[in-house]
């Protein structure tokens, strides 16, 4: 079992920067992946970014390439870890609801946080 706390989100503006954190906590999270997807309005959810345990493996969805930087804090004792997620050059499209999600690799089992809402308004 793993909980996710995501912090960060709200209105921003268009060409501003969106910074999200996700607070990870459980066993064994060197097993997982953590990240971030988003939900606009009338899309299907798409992945921003995903990272794993050590970092050397990062994925950044088409729409966000370019744009975006994700980073993992990882605990010692393996039970908190935290991503963070900045987005630069924000549009109007980056309008969504944002998951944090820690995906196991082992089991190919997902976690999901209650979501944030980012609005980007000019």
């Known amino acids: 079992q793993v909980q996710l706390v995501e912090s960060g989100g709200g209105l921003v503006q268009v060409g501003g920067v969106l910074r999200l954190s996700c607070a990870a906590s459980?066993?064994?999270?060197?097993?997982?992946?953590l990240g971030w997807y988003r939900q606009g309005p009338l899309k299907e959810r798409e992945i921003v970014a995903l990272?794993?345990?050590?970092?050397?493996?990062?994925?950044?969805?088409?729409s966000v390439k370019g744009r975006c930087s994700i980073s993992r804090a990882n605990a010692k004792n393996d039970a908190k870890n935290t991503v963070h997620l900045q987005m630069n050059s924000l549009k109007a499209e980056d309008t969504a609801m944002y998951y944090c999600?820690?995906?196991?690799?082992?089991?190919?089992?997902?976690?999901w946080g209650q979501g944030t809402q980012v609005t980007v308004s000019s």
């Open positions: 459980g066993r064994a999270l060197r097993n997982y992946q």
């Open positions: 990272i794993n345990w050590s970092g050397g493996m990062i994925y950044y969805g088409d």
């Open positions: 999600v820690a995906r196991n690799e082992v089991v190919e089992n997902d976690y």
